[in-house]
């Protein structure tokens, strides 16, 4: 029985040991699991942060030259500043096909529909240039014929368009680098963001530079975004736009 007693103790003692062993094994294989995950975790946070700055500047460098090219900077730009900019942007483009008393045909293509709510019509002739209020503005085709990539509008002006005048179909905005994003104000709107919040104030500026006797006009656009997991110091990007619309010597 002496014996017997001494081999339980002895089990005892080899059970406790064996325990001190799992469960430091559990600790290291539970802190390792821990370190992955944490890893894993950042990576996950430092690419999706990578693919948001890249998207705020994608955005940004895309949406500003796009709007700024096809503008005349002695006509269409009302105001610019180091982080605003302030326009009549054009969204469609063509000419009057038909008219009739005070109705209008006018034959148009564009990035898109007008849209009557935010829109106005600009009439260019050599003589002059006239804004129109989109007046029953509808779709129309019972006098003009459109091709595949063009529509056919109906809409009342208060007085005869000029002869061989060109249509623009245009609306009036503001662009705006603050508050830590790409903004577009609408009219009296709100500064409605279109980019994430990961510029910087003040380091990301715009500068419209008008020509003169030997250049053509640009447009400079500098961002700078803010620091991250990714970009300790932020990171500044930067590209200069060639306006055909301001010639030198204008």
Known sequence: MRVIKLMLRARDGYAVVEGIVV???????????????????RLARAVAERIAHNDAARMTLLVLPREIRLADPDRDVRASSADSLA????????????????????????????????????????????????SAFVRDQAHCAASADEQIYRTTLSATPPDGAVAMIFESGTYYLSQRALRYRLGGEGRQPLTEEFLRDGLSTLQLVHADSSNVARFRISITLKPGLQYSTGRTEGLTVILPNGRAGS
């Open 23 to 41: 469960l430091g094994l559990s600790v290291l294989i539970g802190a390792a699991l821990s370190a992955a995950l944490l890893t894993q975790s």
């Open 87 to 134: 326009g009549r942007w054009v969204r469609s483009s063509g000419t009057i096909c038909a008219s009739q008393g005070n109705l209008t045909w006018l034959r148009l293509r564009g990035i898109r529909a007008p849209d009557p709510a935010k829109d106005s019509l600009l009439l260019v002739s050599s003589q002059q240039e006239t804004v129109h209020v989109l």
